[in-house]
């Protein structure tokens, strides 16, 4: 039998804080990220609002060199990497304290990757020729570039890449850290995503395909997922990084363990290049798959977080695969989706979702859906409306789906060791 993969540190920069207890904090307090943006200048977009990480220095985790040689969701990985790697006890000032690098692996996603790093080169081409073009900016653009930095920062060279699935990209790389450890290949990964693409572009063109909200006029009410009247979501940015451990390995060097990841699921709608399958049928297939590599059955889950994007298409869709996935347990489960107060973080948001499922596990308490004002008939499950809930957490699921059809699913379970 597979040793059983643990998570023992966690790292988080987020709209709602540059810490995980910062955003644990603020997310049960149904504290919102949204406001204008203020990264550029949107006068001549329709969008004028985001989740913008506020207040962070990327001097508190880089060195001045280094901050010129990375893009801005590199920044954020960094430093969520810090975090997790120091909670875990595996900081060092060789990379890592581990006997054996070769036996760590870093898969750390992004949907787009530099897509500042990419627009401001174009620029520079445009106004001041090629050869002004940084040396540094096809590192700074490429999805694996937060991969390939962390396994540089900490000396990683166990199996190193990103995973791209859209915004399923954080639980992808969490899933298949947690296949390369079951499978022997190593005993620590470092997993989870980062994204910065608030950025005129990245604005314009999720705008274009419908997809934000443009209430700037009063945005005291938005993201609303699951809510009548929502009208889409709202870009954010960040990282969400978690330490995955084989659990004797976790054991062994005597550290806390903070939960059990216990089964991953992944799945394709090959149904349409942006819209989610309209019965819900390939998100159902990752629930049920993630369900039966965790060992248990539908009535053992105690919250899901959703994927819950506030976009008219998403939020009946996904209800429809809980429904097909859980059947008259839908009804049962408390379902909420913290975007309403992260934004959507495209291929980070996931990841750090998985964090909020295992805190919500140690503390016992769901987070709410913000933002939530009048129900839809179509989405008729418990959705954990505004106010956070007191209840007991043995496991969690955290539901990922993306462009491209694109689902995957995860399972976290209170840690025991039987």
Not at 44 to 60: S, T
Not at 126 to 136: A, L, T, V, W, Y
Not at 199 to 221: E, I
Not at 252 to 276: K, M
Request: net charge negative; aromatic share 6%.
């Amino acid at each position: 039998m597979a040793d059983k993969v643990v998570i023992t540190g966690m790292g988080a920069v987020c709209p709602i804080g540059l810490t995980v207890e910062e955003a644990w904090q603020n997310l049960v307090m149904g504290i919102s990220g949204v406001g204008p943006i203020s990264l550029f200048d949107p006068k001549d977009l329709l969008v004028k609002i985001a989740c913008e990480v506020k207040n962070f220095r990327p001097e508190d985790y880089l060195s001045p060199r280094e901050i010129r040689r990375r893009d801005r969701y590199q920044y954020f990985a960094a430093a969520a990497v810090r975090q997790a790697v120091r909670q875990a006890g595996l900081e060092s000032e060789k990379g890592l304290n581990v006997s054996d690098p070769t036996r760590v692996g870093a898969i750390i996603s992004a949907a787009i990757g530099g897509l500042n790093a990419f627009v401001d080169t174009q620029n520079v081409m445009r106004d001041e020729g090629p050869r002004k073009i940084s040396p540094f900016a096809i590192p700074m653009l490429m999805p694996n570039g937060a991969a390939s930095m962390t396994a540089l920062d900490y000396h990683i060279q166990g199996p190193c890449f990103s995973a791209v699935s859209a915004c399923a990209s954080g639980s992808e790389a969490i899933g298949l850290g947690w296949l390369l450890i079951r499978s022997g290949i190593i005993d620590v990964a470092v997993v989870g995503g980062c994204e910065a693409t608030i950025s005129p572009l990245g604005v314009a063109t999720f705008d274009r395909l419908g997809a934000l909200s443009r209430k700037h006029d009063d945005y005291s009410l938005t993201p609303a997922p699951f809510d009548l009247n929502r009208d889409g979501l709202v870009m954010g940015e960040g990282s969400g990084i978690v330490i995955l451990e084989r659990e004797q390995h976790a054991r062994d060097r005597n550290v806390p363990i903070l939960a059990e990841l216990a089964g991953y699921g992944s799945s394709n709608d090959a149904f349409h290049i942006t819209a989610p399958s309209e019965d819900g049928s390939g998100g159902a297939y990752a629930i049920r798959t993630a369900l039966l590599s965790a060992g248990i059955t539908q009535k053992d889950v105690d919250y899901i977080n959703a994927h819950g994007t506030a976009t008219a298409l998403n939020d009946i869709s996904e209800t429809k695969a809980i429904k097909l996935a859980f059947g008259e347990d839908a009804y049962r489960v408390p379902i909420s989706s913290t975007k309403s107060m992260t934004g959507h973080m495209m291929g980070a948001t996931c990841a750090l979702e998985t964090i909020f499922c295992v805190n919500a596990i140690r503390d016992g308490i769901v987070p709410p859906t913000i933002h939530y004002q009048t129900p839809d008939p179509a989405c008729d499950l418990d959705v954990v409306p505004n106010v956070a809930r007191k209840i007991p957490v043995h496991v969690a699921m955290n539901n990922a789906f993306g462009f491209g059809g694109h689902n995957v699913v995860l399972i976290i379970r209170e840690y025991s060791h039987v």
